[in-house]
């Protein structure tokens, strides 16, 4: 059974996510800007490009921008573990992806910003669909709800507690 913490966000972010298209679109929608955004942090140019190719996978955890998720792992920690687990696992999928498209020289940051901005207008006509405003208007932290409430799905789906 969820903490009563997380069953509250979650609850209030479905009170504007009802309609059936609004939902599907979110589905979509909100895995792909989390994975886009984490894949522009990730190329971001902190570190020169020449020495991120030579460092091995142990060691660009150490080094990498995308280390500002690791807060975001920690509020989920503390609503689910056990839903914080598969966003660190699903974050090393992306981690080694990201490794791998930059060994075949694709152009992460274009790629995914792309993505992201195509993604938020889903998101929106979505949000039209349904008629009315995105929960993340109300507060920022449901920016950091919308993957939780997609995985809760997941979770359903496969009757894993959460």
Not at 12 to 28: F, M
Not at 65 to 86: G, H, T
Request: proline share 6%; charged share 10%.
């Amino acid at each position: 059974m969820p903490g009563q913490e997380l069953t509250a966000w979650l609850d209030e972010y479905a009170l504007s996510h009802q309609n059936p298209i609004n939902i599907l679109l979110h589905k979509i929608c909100v895995p792909t800007i989390a994975l886009t955004l984490f894949a522009m942090v990730w190329s971001l140019p902190i570190i020169p490009k020449h020495i991120r190719n030579t460092i091995s996978i142990s060691q660009v955890g150490l080094l990498n921008p995308s280390l500002i998720f690791v807060p975001v792992l920690a509020f989920y920690w503390n609503l689910s573990p056990s839903m914080a687990i598969v966003m660190a696992m699903l974050f090393v999928i992306v981690v080694i992806s990201l490794i791998l498209m930059e060994k075949n020289h694709v152009r992460i940051f274009r790629l995914a910003l792309i993505i992201f901005v195509l993604a938020w207008i889903g998101q929106f006509i979505g949000h039209e669909i349904e008629g009315k405003k995105p929960a993340f208007f109300k507060d920022l932290q449901f920016l950091l709800i919308g993957p939780l409430w997609t995985l809760a799905h997941a979770f359903r789906y496969f009757s894993i507690d959460y």
